[in-house]
Each structure stands twice: as C-alpha cells, then as structure tokens.
C-alpha cells in the first residue's frame, strides 16, 4: 500500500524556519518527482516546490530564494526548508507523487504550518 506521510509543521513566528519531511512507501521513490503543495482556507491549492526523479528544481516565486526542496533517495524521504517565513505561508502542506511515465499520483494527508505575525 501506498503511504506519504508528512511531518514537521507547526506554530512558529514570522522570520522563522521550519523543515518539512514526507516519508514514502510502496513506491519506488527514485522513479518519482516529489513536490510539496499548500493550501490555505479560502485559496487554492498551490504548487510549492518540486524535485524531479533526476534533481530538477522548481519554485513558485512567492517562496524563491527562502525554501529549499530536497531528496534523499536511500531514506525514501523528500524534505522542505522553509526560512524567513512569512504570514502568508500559513497554510496546510501537502507531500505529492508522481509517475510522469503512467500519469500515476499520490498524496499525503498534510501537515499545518501557521506563522504568526
């Protein structure tokens, strides 16, 4: 069975940092590009970062040169590092799989991360 399961959010203050983990299993990890997705009350779900299966990077620019995407493919685990954070970044963080060649996907359940002002 197939689980991303996240871990790291919490409450911390505005210039702040936290780091986001999402473990994987039953998948083969290295295969898929990983990317982290937030969502707060009243928005969209938004992409946040993603890592394909080879290294490639890709930011939204609301997070640019603050977040730091990552994957260590030995511990089957994809990572967000999140400075300077801002109110606006308050929202639930979501761990996302996929398969590009079968279009096949997965999600975590989320994780919150709240910033205060």
């Known amino acids: 069975q197939v689980q991303l399961v996240e871990s790291g959010g919490g409450l911390v203050q505005a210039g702040g940092s936290l780091r986001l983990s999402c473990a994987a299993s039953?998948?083969?990890?290295?295969?898929?590009?990983m990317g982290w997705y937030r969502q707060a009350p009243g928005k969209q779900r938004e992409l946040v970062a993603s890592?394909?299966?080879?290294?490639?990077?890709n930011y939204a620019d609301s997070v640019k040169g603050r977040f730091t995407i990552s994957r260590d493919n030995a511990k089957n685990t994809v990572y967000l590092q999140m400075n300077s954070l801002k109110p606006e970044d308050t929202a639930v963080y979501y761990c996302?799989?996929?398969?590009?060649?079968?279009?096949?996907?997965?999600w975590g359940q989320g994780t919150q991360v709240t910033v205060s002002s």
């Open positions: 039953g998948i083969m990890f290295n295969m898929y590009s």
């Open positions: 890592i394909s299966s080879g290294g490639m990077l």
């Open positions: 996302n799989g996929r398969h590009f060649p079968t279009s096949r996907g997965y």
